[in-house]
C-alpha cells in the first residue's frame, strides 16, 4: 500500500516539475518583450519615432477599438504617418503578436541605471 501511495505521489511531482519547466521556458522566451497590445504611454514614447502624444493617442484607440490585428492598424491612430509607423521597427510574430523593437519599451517607466564609473 505505502509503495503504491509512494509511486502515485512520484507521478504527480514528476509532471508538476515537466509543467514548470515548459511554462518556464516559454515565459523565458517572453521575458523582457513588450506587446504594442500591452505596452504603457510610457513604453510606446520610448520606441522611435513616437511622441508622447502620438503614444497616448495610440493607447487610447487601443483602449476604445480594441487590440491591433496587425501593423498597419495603427495607420488609422490620428497622428500617426507611415513613415513613424516604419521608424517603430515593430517585429510581428507568427502567433500574430506585435512586439515592441528589443529594448525599446521594455523597461517601466524609469530609465535603467547606468552601470559606469561616476566622473567625480
Known sequence: ?????FGI??????A???ILI???TSMAQS???VTLNKATAAQLGKVPGVTAALA???VDFRTKNGAFK?????LKVPGMTPEILKKMSLKPDSKGEIFLPAGKGDGD???EPSLKPSKC
Open 31 to 33: 521575458a523582457g518583450k
Open 22 to 24: 515548459s511554462s518556464g
Open 16 to 18: 508538476a516539475f515537466a
Open 109 to 111: 517607466d524609469e530609465d
Open 9 to 14: 505521489v512520484l507521478i504527480i511531482l514528476v
Open 70 to 74: 496587425k501593423t498597419d492598424d495603427l
Open 1 to 5: 500500500m505505502y509503495r503504491k501511495s
Open 56 to 58: 497616448k493617442a495610440i
